[in-house]
């Protein structure tokens, strides 16, 4: 399959120092991709660059083949999104809004209004006056808006920020539908490491100005030498201080009456034997799976994230 979206190398400096150092990553039709860094690691720079908003100082990006330095307008206008919150005419109705921007682009008709106010759910508000809109009916009007030209990426930074549960979810799926039913390519941002994992295809990490790397969010989160596992044990403290004594490197924690272990697969028969030898009872161990936010966590060092 061939990539809608290519960044080759690119680069941000502001006076002597780096911002961005080399970011290289494709992305293909029909994948929701999560953007993840920690506080200042340059995804908001990166956002504004892939939609022209920042000036890119080496590297190229490509949309549809198009470089975004060098063929800005062809490149653009594969491109709709939103960085921040959506801006809308709040006096106007939705639907006003929505043919406003409509008559910025040549191509955009009426049937395509239509279809998009589908395609986003507010086929029942759209004659209403944004200012009586929701947050997250408001968001999905901006959505609506960066669709009208049929791009081929959707980009979105912070698309679920001040929504209630039921809003998020409401984001989460239709990003997932356009994905799917459009075959549209998103790049998607967010703090809610919970909600990236449900939402992703795939993510990217980026730290100091460096990407860490891009992966399956299933490969990602099962990549690691160590896992949690939670042993159900009589005499929990006295199981507790033979283990550190004995197994000083292995990290514990008590929780909810159960002893949870950072260790290595192999270790975990050794850990039962023991604690069998001691004369401690084992009624059970079960595996931690663990989250997108632990694996995360784990790569940046516990830095928050944006």
Not at 114 to 128: A, C, F, S, T
């Amino acid at each position: 399959m061939e990539p809608v979206m290519q960044l080759k190398d690119v680069t941000k400096k502001i006076g002597k120092k780096s911002i961005i150092k080399g970011i290289s990553f494709d992305l293909y039709p029909g994948e929701v991709f999560g953007f993840l860094g920690p506080n200042g690691a340059g995804k908001t720079t990166t956002i504004r660059m892939l939609v022209g908003l920042m000036k890119i100082t080496t590297g190229d990006v490509l949309v549809k083949g198009y470089d975004i330095t060098r063929n800005f307008e062809e490149a653009i206008r594969h491109i709709g999104g939103i960085v921040e919150n959506p801006e809308m005419y709040k006096f106007l109705t939705g639907y006003q809004n929505l043919v406003h921007y409509a008559r910025m682009v040549s191509s955009v008709k009426e049937d395509r209004i239509q279809e998009v106010i589908e395609l986003v759910g507010l086929q029942n508000v759209i004659k209403d006056k944004v200012k009586t809109y929701s947050l997250g009916m408001r968001q999905r009007l901006g959505i609506a808006q960066a669709l009208l030209h049929r791009p081929s990426v959707l980009i979105l930074d912070e698309p679920t920020n001040g929504l209630d549960p039921a809003g998020i979810r409401e984001i989460r799926d239709y990003l997932r539908k356009l994905a799917r039913e459009e075959g549209l390519s998103v790049i998607v941002s967010s703090h809610l490491l919970s909600e990236m994992e449900m939402m992703c295809d795939r993510i990217g990490i980026i730290q100091h100005g460096e990407l860490i790397g891009v992966e399956t969010v299933t490969n990602f989160v099962n990549d690691s030498l160590t896992m949690r596992v939670e042993f159900s044990v009589d005499a929990i403290e006295n199981a507790q201080e033979e283990l550190r004594y004995s197994f000083p490197e292995l990290s514990f924690e008590v929780n909810k009456g159960l002893l949870l272990i950072t260790l290595e697969l192999d270790k975990i028969p050794v850990i039962n034997e023991f604690l069998v030898h001691k004369g401690i009872k084992v009624y059970g161990i079960k595996q931690i799976s663990k989250t997108l936010e632990d694996r995360f966590l784990e790569v940046t060092g516990g830095n928050q994230i944006v």
